[in-house]
């Protein structure tokens, strides 16, 4: 069983940054995708960024240019630099691991860890 145990979170004023860890246990399927995703009261859970195991990244448009992906595959890592907050940043940020089998895509996922870019 993979676990995910994310970290970094905070209140920051616009314009600054934060960075995101987040750690997975457990045995991981050597084909997989790590990112974080982004919740916010009343909307679905909508990707930020993530990183495959072959070192290929994909960002939302609304972050593109300020925030970067990167992982540490030693150490089943993956973070989240964020650079020039905005206040619609602001949500609680989810670590998603996702194994790309044959049969299929299985995710895991973190217990979220709250940004808050104040204006």
């Known amino acids: 069983q993979v676990q995910l145990v994310e970290s970094g979170g905070g209140l920051v004023q616009a314009g600054e940054s934060l960075r995101l860890s987040c750690v997975a246990s457990?045995?991981?399927?050597?084909?997989?995708?790590m990112g974080w995703y982004r919740q916010v009261p009343g909307k679905q859970r909508e990707l930020v960024a993530h990183?495959?195991?072959?070192?290929?990244?994909d960002y939302a448009d609304s972050v593109k240019g300020r925030f970067t992906v990167s992982r540490d595959n030693n150490k089943n890592t993956v973070f989240l630099q964020m650079n020039r907050l905005k206040p619609e940043d602001t949500g609680v940020y989810y670590c998603?691991?996702?194994?790309?089998?044959?049969?299929?895509?299985?995710?895991?996922w973190g217990q979220g860890t709250q940004v808050t870019v104040s204006s």
């Open positions: 990183m495959s195991s072959d070192g290929s990244s």
């Open positions: 998603d691991v996702a194994e790309v089998r044959g049969g299929g895509v299985r995710h895991y």
């Open positions: 457990g045995s991981i399927f050597s084909v997989n995708v």
